[in-house]
């Protein structure tokens, strides 16, 4: 049992770090965003210099999602591998652990989707060949900000889940002992 708690300290401070450096790298991308100042206009065409918050919300986008992985890989595995019955003391964690991982993830694509179309903005285009329709856009203020608040909520819930579920389990296996003893 304490070898498993080493092991879940482990992945839960891998989770948290990897959603922290998700939401810094939001934060940072804000502030490395185009403004409107850089676009340069030819006649109708635009070209707009890539930023740095390309790089900044593409890895705010690789963390959010290996993170969302390897929390929801150590989740399954519990609700698979279990060896238990049908306790109706354990169905109420279970919803709740549950509305965790539903609340998870909608932020989870909320922020994927957010995250993924300001960091494509944020790429280089060309004149004429825009981000889309051959005209420039810019991600608008904030966008990268929301983002990071969904990564938060997204990794807050998984680690809810991940928490009510292994709670579920510690109490199973303690529920089991204390019924070997008697």
Known sequence: MEKHQY??????S????????????CV??????IKKEEVKLDSKLCYLPESRAFSFGF?????????QIIANLVICSH????KDGDSSKAKKPMIIASAFLVLSWISFGLAVISLSTATSMSRKQFYGKGWLDQKCYLPKDG????????VLISIAGTIGTFLFTISKVQVEQARRVHAQHV
Request: with cysteine; charged share 10%.
């Open 14 to 25: 891998i989770v948290v770090s990897l959603g922290i450096v998700s939401f810094v790298s």
């Open 28 to 33: 940072i991308a804000e502030s490395k965003k």
């Open 143 to 150: 966008v990268f900000i929301w983002s990071g608040c969904l």
């Open 59 to 67: 890895a705010a986008l690789i963390c959010l999602v290996v993170a």
């Open 7 to 12: 092991g879940y300290l482990l992945i839960f």
């Open 79 to 82: 609700f698979w591998l279990r």
